[in-house]
């Protein structure tokens, strides 16, 4: 059974830090690529980051691009996501989802398992 525990949310002023964690299991983690959704209120879930199974590739949505980095250690069976200057725009729910294939893929169809999320919520 494939498991995705995140952790690493919070509360943060704005201009602030948090990294997310995302621990994998029941998968050969190393094999797939993975990604981040979040979930505002009232609003859809949308991408936010993908990284391919080596790590070498990774994809960012433009709201986020220069301000969060997705990375792997793939021997921790694990992902991360560090969020740098939040705003309060990127208050959500965060989601780790892992896909079947192993190359990036903003199309959250694609990802056949899912974590239970983890809250951020940016103050202004």
């Known amino acids: 059974q494939v498991q995705l525990v995140e952790s690493g949310g919070g509360l943060v002023q704005a201009g602030g830090s948090l990294r997310l964690s995302c621990a994998a299991s029941g998968r050969t983690f190393s094999s797939y690529a993975m990604g981040w959704f979040r979930q505002a209120p009232g609003k859809e879930r949308e991408f936010v980051a993908a990284?391919?199974?080596?790590?070498?590739?990774?994809t960012y949505t433009n709201s986020v691009k220069g301000r969060f980095t997705i990375s792997r250690d793939n021997a921790k069976n694990t992902v991360y996501l560090q969020m740098n200057s939040l705003k309060p725009e990127d208050t959500a729910v965060y989601y780790c989802a892992t896909t079947g294939e192993v190359t990036i893929t903003t199309t959250p169809t694609k990802y056949d398992y899912w974590g239970q999320g983890t809250q951020v919520t940016v103050s202004s």
């Open positions: 990284i391919s199974w080596s790590g070498r590739s990774t």
